[in-house]
């Protein structure tokens, strides 16, 4: 079975600043996807990010970033010019890709906290 | 604007009592999701639908029924099974035959015992 883990419950960053979140997984398949969530205060789930395991270049989305090494299982997310408003907690997940059982189904860590500071 | 409606925003159990949570979705998605939350945790599966008229099992379905009659609709049922119903839920839906589809998440239903 697959699982995701978290080590950092909170963090905390000083607006403008750079700030890492790190995730790390186990499977045994080779083709998969991986996705950051974030969780605002408003409790609503929003898609940060998404990498697909078999590209090898890391995802970007403006001041979103991941370093995907899968080898090593690990897929962390960076916040560059951390705002105000990316205080959240943030969720790392894994889904199997289409064609195999359990499509669809995302598994989740148990998610990082993150205050920027202003 | 396309997207899932759940409702209500809170609900309150009493003991032994059933209630069903709703999502609806405008999004055209195959594919729909019930996650529970419990504080400070990450989500758990609890029931998914790849297609309407059927439905699996996540990893935490007992005590708890849902139903798929429409495309649109996939509501989720707490009944008075499940021992521990105080949560966070979360429904999404998804689109399928496209791989790397990501899952668009409601607003969420706070549940809470009386």
């Known amino acids: 079975a697959q699982t995701v883990t978290q080590s950092q419950p909170e963090m905390s960053v000083q607006e403008a600043e750079t700030v890492t979140l790190s995730c790390t997984y186990d499977?045994?398949?080779?083709?998969?996807?991986l996705f950051w969530y974030k969780q605002p205060p408003s409790r609503q789930m929003i898609l940060v990010i998404r990498?697909?395991?078999?590209?090898?270049q890391n995802a970007t989305e403006n001041r979103f970033s991941v370093n995907f090494q899968k080898a090593a299982k690990s897929f962390s997310l960076k916040i560059s010019d951390s705002q105000l408003g990316d205080t959240a907690m943030y969720f790392c997940?894994?889904?199997?890709?289409?064609?195999?059982?359990?499509?669809?189904?995302?598994?989740f860590g148990q998610g990082t906290t993150l205050q920027v500071k202003p | 604007d396309g997207g899932i409606t759940q409702s209500p925003k809170y609900l309150f159990r009493k003991e032994g009592q059933n209630v069903t949570l709703s999502c609806e979705q405008n999004?055209?998605?195959?594919?729909m999701y019930w996650y529970r939350q419990d504080p400070g945790q990450g989500l758990r599966l609890i029931y998914y639908?790849?297609?309407?008229?059927?439905?699996q099992k996540g990893d935490i379905a007992e005590g708890y029924s849902v139903s798929r009659e429409k495309k649109e609709s996939f509501p989720l049922t707490v009944t008075s099974a499940q021992k521990n119903p105080t949560a966070f839920y979360l429904c999404?839906?998804?689109?399928?035959?496209?791989?790397?589809?990501?899952?668009?998440f409601g607003d969420g239903t706070r549940l809470s015992i009386l």
């Open positions: 997940a894994f889904m199997k890709p289409l064609g195999s059982s359990n499509t669809g189904k995302l598994i």
């Open positions: 999404a839906s998804s689109a399928t035959g496209v791989s790397n589809q990501p899952q668009h």
């Open positions: 999004l055209n998605h195959d594919a």
């Open positions: 990498q697909e395991a078999y590209k090898q």
């Open positions: 499977t045994s398949e080779s083709n998969y996807y």
């Open positions: 639908s790849q297609i309407v008229n059927d439905f």
